[in-house]
């Protein structure tokens, strides 16, 4: 079935380090690709997002680039602040009419001073 | 706009009781989806519906029940509480499927004792 792989957290960066948190999907069709971001005590928001191969998201400074050919969604940002800190999911949504999202683990990323 | 709001926030629960979490939303959104996150698990499905009137099963619907009388609401029930229900349940919405954002409430925290 299809699934969503992140890898094991948590990640711990200085101020101003390269961040890389990889994605890999396995899934049936061409399912649109997503991150989503979970701060301290809050709900999910949505980070970005890629709805066919080669495309890439981008906001606030994160990019991820729908790689078909190695089904991966890997999330990059080239100088993390501490207000960055909160757990990253990778998702997929199925192919179809219904909207379902299957999600990743999650990856906690503490950035420090 | 306020969104996707949950009631209750927090709620602690007996074995065996019941009760019902209810989700709504102000975007006149068709799709909503009742997800469960766990440590180490990401969010999963547990019922989802696409439009007023309808619903069905996600990923992990066993103890659950839901209902969408209503387009901007959808209720989730637990008619018979057990520890393993213990979770943080997030309620989330979309206008489209498969490519659309999903928008999260806020969350509500369960425990069955």
């Known amino acids: ?113 | 706009n306020a969104g996707v709001t949950q009631t209750p926030k927090f709620r602690v629960l007996k074995t065996g009781q019941s009760m019902t979490l209810l989700c709504a939303q102000d975007m006149n959104h068709e799709y909503m989806y009742w997800y469960r996150q766990d440590p180490g698990m990401g969010l999963r499905l547990i019922h989802y519906s696409v439009g007023e009137g309808t619903t069905a099963k996600g990923e992990v619907p066993d103890g659950y029940n839901v209902s969408r009388l209503k387009k901007q609401n959808f209720l989730l029930g637990l008619e018979s509480a057990a520890p393993s229900q213990t979770s943080v349940y997030f309620c989330a919405s979309s206008q489209l499927p498969s490519t659309d954002t999903q928008y999260f409430g806020p969350g509500t925290r369960l425990t069955v004792l």
């Open chain 1, 1 to 113: 079935g299809d699934s969503v792989t992140q890898m094991e957290g948590p990640v711990t960066l200085s101020e101003e380090a390269f961040l890389t948190i990889n994605c890999t999907y396995t899934a049936t069709g061409y399912p649109s690709l997503f991150w989503y971001v979970q701060y301290p005590g809050e709900g999910l928001q949505l980070l970005l997002k890629a709805t066919k191969a080669d495309d890439k998201g981008s906001n606030k400074g994160f990019e991820a680039t729908y790689r078909k050919e190695t089904t991966s969604f890997h999330l990059e940002k080239g100088s993390v602040q501490v207000s960055d800190s909160a757990v990253y999911f990778c998702a997929l949504s199925v192919p179809g009419n219904t909207g379902k999202l299957i999600f990743g683990q999650g990856t906690t990323l503490q950035v420090k001073p």
